[in-house]
């Protein structure tokens, strides 16, 4: 069965309502731990159909923002989905609250108690028509960005193919590209400010109405952080200041150096070397048929995924107009399948599709084998990005194939930008704590804390007096500040592990490093974030000194490939 020939069927919501309900009525009256671990087991049926459905209809509206069809199905959902949750709530409650519970637990582990008693805490009644009023600023974000064209030297692209532009080794090319994107932006600033202004405003008065002081705490309790709070968290970024920015800097310099310029301005940030950055040497169809000998040849259980997903059609990675902009890995639980979405553009991030999302997909295909596995107990995002994250590095072996001589400059690249990447997420972090402890900000406001906290993490950028760029506005383009408030600090989290994972593989060798990988991998969602990285042999980030053994593991290996970069 092919994805593209699925037929899809709208959700039946109060059905599957009722059906909730039931199963709550059932989980309240068990006269026995069987009977409760069943009520589970129907609910995880339940709960692979509904993701199953929501998967696919997203998954279509994003192949094409212009079918109204899809569209309405995501408008549907939006207002339709939160009553639901809500509802499973009371499921949870009884869960929570059975005499059974020490067998449930047992059953189906006691990660997925933590996070039912979690999301207890992010909904009621009450909050159900900011909740749509939320998912509606969403899509319209979305939309807005989907359909953001860019005028450049007298064509016109979809914002998403600009890529190849702005990293192009001539120096002027960047800039205009870069002005050019600016100037898009800007001809939409007042729908970027006033999509924000109102999701600041419906989240802090969700959170109010929930009883905190501001949408922070509701913010972690949504993105069900249950093994670190903020000030772990600030210390985090503390360290990243202290550890990572003076360290980016040197490297920044000697990038300068290296471009001959005596600063680096925002366009020339991401150009390595005067030769450009490596691309890959293939491009769509052949890139893909690269990306498929990568996982038949990593694993036996890797190959298995993947020659599934490619009998599937489990992806969508060549551009076009009126795709959804980025990349991601679904699920399609009842399939038994991930599937994987890019937009190729020539550069090293389409390979990345296959380091990357495809580390998700593993990760995915892993946990798919069981088929009683609760949606509560999968593991949550910053875990998920260790998956990927590390991917990219125990790839490194296999890049060959897609950077042909340019392989180590590549993996140089990675290098350094996997370190440059910590400054740039956890200035997206601190951001968000300072917009959503401070509603009262104008957007204004919001762009001169932005601009301020540049100065902070990323001091050797020089924005010129370039409209847009200069002013503050660059977090606009960045997804998850509107769509998904503090999913981003997982990143950087996530980052320190996979950083700690390629210390391993230079110096205890590729294997031992595989080996931390599947401990970590192979857990699921059965501990916390903090559990599974302490369980892998891995240290955890919040720790004081996480990030310095793998920082002299990097650096050591910069210094030694530093020749290949002129
Ligand atoms: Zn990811």
Redesign the pocket.
Known sequence: MRINDISYTRLDVPAALSSVLELTARMSGASSAEEAVQVLLDYSRLERKVMSTLALSSIRASQNTADEFYEAEEQYYAEATPPLMEKLNGLYKAMLESPYRPQLEARFGKVAFINAEIALKTISPEILGMMQEESLLEIEYQKLQGSLTVEFRGETYPVTKMGRFKTDSDRQTRKEAYEAEGRAYLSHKEEYDAIYDKMVDVRTRMARTLGHANFTPLGYLRMTRNSYDPDMVRNFREQVKRDIVPLVCKLKAQQAARLGLEQISFYDDGIMSLEGNPKPILEDEELYKAGLSFYRELDPKAAAMINSMDDMGAFDLYSRENKMSGG??STLPELKTPFIFANFNGTAGDVEVFT??G??AFAAAIMLEDDEMLGLSEPTLES??V???SMEFLAWPYLERFYGEKTETAKLIHLIGALEFLPYGCMVDEFQHIVYDHPELTAQQRHEKWAELEKVYRPWIDFEDLPFWSEGRTWQRQLHIYTNPFYYID?CL?QTVALEVFGIMTQQGWQEAWKHYMAYTGQGGSETFVGLVRNAGLRVPFDDGALEGSVKAAEQYIEQHKSLLK
Do not use: F, L, T
Request: with cysteine; proline share 0%.
């Open positions: 991601y890995c990357h999302e580390g998700h998920c990005e998956h990927s994250m990143y996530a």
